[in-house]
């Protein structure tokens, strides 16, 4: 599931002219007086998909997201799922459910009554509602639970109640807000494989907000950046980290080094930038439209690059001279911040492949940093 973009291209139906999108919204827009915190979204979304809106807070990610289950009203625009339009639709009859970021449990009731809690006006008889509710607690694992309170349960299981009773209606789309912002790194990581195997075998579709964009990367199929009520790009993980079409976008999903300069050759495939933050020019291979004099910027991943005590030979290549500024160990890998002689810092992500415990590049050692001519991308604003 985290390769998403290795899937064939029946499970990619965004590339399929001919599919038809099971969410749609179309030009939707909410103000709260003279604030706009949507603004003229348009998204196409497919069945069984992952699809994760991310972006800073206030950016109106959340506010979309209420605006699906109900709980909020465009200004303008429409919203469908299965070609039904949700404007006339209130919150309880929709083929929605949210699970929330707070997880909402009742701490009175039982898990299993917790769970069952959805299930309470339909008209299903009370042998058919305790089979649900065990179906659903064994789908999240918690089979054997169900007599317990929340506060008797960790952090990992309460977001596995949470979702068990958003899922016991069976609802076309599942909306999740943060939903494992409580929990630990280490559980975060272990929950977002267990959310996203259970979701491959529901086939339902899930959105997904959240400020982190790991955890985007991690689970999505696809991700919507927004900024400021707007959506700027939407792609698979790897088209959105490796080919950002702004540098707000380079800068907020993950980390990444950004050098200003100005064109001053385009070659076939290859652009050359003259770049004062560097004292000399950088070479980008870029296949986009770009004239001499235009201004842009080169963005440069850290994994990307290579950092040595020796020059490195070779065609193509992009090299500044410098000092280890600061060095950061994490266990797998090594962040170090090169300050070149130019002054620009440059981050650098070494991966730890030998097990010792000296560091074979210190503090304030000279280094070389290097790239080729297609690590980095080219970006005009």
Same mark, same amino acid.
């Given at each position: 599931?985290?390769?998403?973009?290795?899937k064939?291209?029946?499970?990619?139906?965004w590339?399929?002219?001919?599919?038809?999108?099971?969410?749609?919204?179309?030009?939707? &827009?909410?103000?709260?007086g003279?604030?706009?915190a949507v603004?003229?979204?348009?998204?196409?979304i497919?069945k069984?998909e992952?699809?994760?809106?991310?972006g800073?807070?206030?950016c %109106?990610k959340?506010?979309?997201l209420?605006?699906?289950a %109900?709980?909020?009203h465009?200004t &303008?625009g429409?919203l469908?799922?299965?070609?039904?339009?949700l404007?006339?639709v209130?919150?309880?009859?929709?083929?929605v459910n949210?699970?929330?970021?707070?997880?909402?449990?009742?701490?009175?009731?039982?898990? *299993?009554d917790n769970?069952g809690?959805g299930?309470r006006?339909? &008209?299903?008889?009370? *042998?058919?509602k305790?089979?649900?509710?065990?179906?659903a607690?064994?789908?999240?694992?918690l089979?054997?639970?169900g %007599?317990r309170?929340?506060?008797?349960l960790?952090?990992?299981q309460?977001?596995?109640v949470?979702?068990?009773?958003?899922?016991?209606?069976r609802?076309? /789309?599942?909306?999740?807000?943060?939903?494992l912002?409580?929990?630990?790194k280490?559980?975060?990581?272990q929950?977002?494989f267990e959310?996203m195997?259970?979701?491959y075998?529901?086939g339902i579709?899930?959105?997904? /907000?959240?400020?982190?964009q790991d955890?985007?990367m991690?689970?999505?199929?696809?991700?919507?950046v927004?900024?400021q009520?707007q959506?700027?790009q939407v792609?698979?993980?790897?088209?959105?980290?490796?080919?950002p079409?702004?540098?707000f976008? *380079?800068?907020?999903?993950g980390?990444?080094?950004?050098?200003?300069?100005?064109?001053c050759a385009?070659?076939? %495939?290859?652009?050359?930038?003259?770049?004062?933050?560097?004292?000399?020019?950088?070479?980008v291979?870029e296949t986009?439209?770009f004239?001499?004099g235009?201004?842009?910027?080169?963005?440069?991943?850290?994994?990307k690059v290579?950092l *040595?005590?020796?020059?490195r030979?070779?065609?193509?290549?992009n090299?500044?001279r410098?000092?280890?500024w600061?060095?950061?160990?994490?266990?797998?890998?090594?962040?170090?911040?090169?300050?070149?002689?130019?002054g620009?810092?440059?981050? /650098?992500?070494a991966?730890?492949?030998?097990?010792t415990?000296?560091?074979?590049?210190?503090?304030?050692d000279? /280094?070389?940093?290097?790239?080729?001519?297609?690590a980095?991308?080219l970006?005009?604003?």
């Amino acid at each position: 599931m985290i390769a998403s973009q290795l899937k064939p291209l029946a499970d990619r139906p965004w590339l399929d002219p001919t599919a038809q999108p099971q969410i749609r919204i179309e030009a939707v &827009s909410k103000s709260y007086g003279t604030q706009v915190a949507v603004d003229a979204v348009t998204l196409h979304i497919y069945k069984g998909e992952m699809f994760a809106l991310v972006g800073a807070s206030g950016c %109106g990610k959340t506010t979309l997201l209420r605006m699906l289950a %109900g709980f909020a009203h465009p200004t &303008s625009g429409r919203l469908f799922i299965d070609e039904l339009e949700l404007g006339p639709v209130p919150p309880h009859e929709r083929p929605v459910n949210m699970m929330f970021q707070s997880y909402a449990l009742f701490p009175h009731m039982t898990v *299993a009554d917790n769970v069952g809690y959805g299930l309470r006006r339909l &008209s299903l008889p009370a *042998a058919t509602k305790r089979q649900r509710v065990q179906e659903a607690l064994d789908m999240v694992q918690l089979g054997a639970l169900g %007599g317990r309170k929340p506060h008797q349960l960790s952090g990992g299981q309460r977001q596995r109640v949470a979702l068990a009773r958003a899922l016991i209606r069976r609802p076309k /789309v599942l909306l999740l807000d943060e939903p494992l912002s409580a929990l630990d790194k280490k559980l975060r990581e272990q929950t977002q494989f267990e959310l996203m195997d259970l979701q491959y075998k529901l086939g339902i579709t899930f959105i997904v /907000v959240t400020h982190d964009q790991d955890e985007a990367m991690a689970l999505a199929t696809r991700i919507a950046v927004m900024n400021q009520g707007q959506v700027v790009q939407v792609g698979t993980p790897a088209e959105i980290y490796e080919f950002p079409r702004s540098r707000f976008i *380079a800068d907020f999903v993950g980390t990444t080094n950004l050098f200003e300069g100005t064109v001053c050759a385009c070659e076939p %495939g290859l652009i050359r930038v003259q770049c004062s933050e560097t004292g000399g020019e950088l070479l980008v291979d870029e296949t986009g439209v770009f004239n001499v004099g235009q201004r842009v910027w080169v963005a440069l991943r850290p994994e990307k690059v290579r950092l *040595a005590k020796e020059p490195r030979d070779g065609n193509r290549i992009n090299q500044l001279r410098g000092t280890v500024w600061e060095l950061g160990y994490l266990g797998n890998r090594s962040t170090y911040r090169v300050r070149t002689t130019s002054g620009k810092l440059v981050t /650098v992500f070494a991966q730890n492949e030998r097990r010792t415990s000296e560091a074979t590049i210190d503090w304030s050692d000279e /280094v070389f940093v290097s790239w080729s001519a297609d690590a980095a991308v080219l970006l005009q604003s």
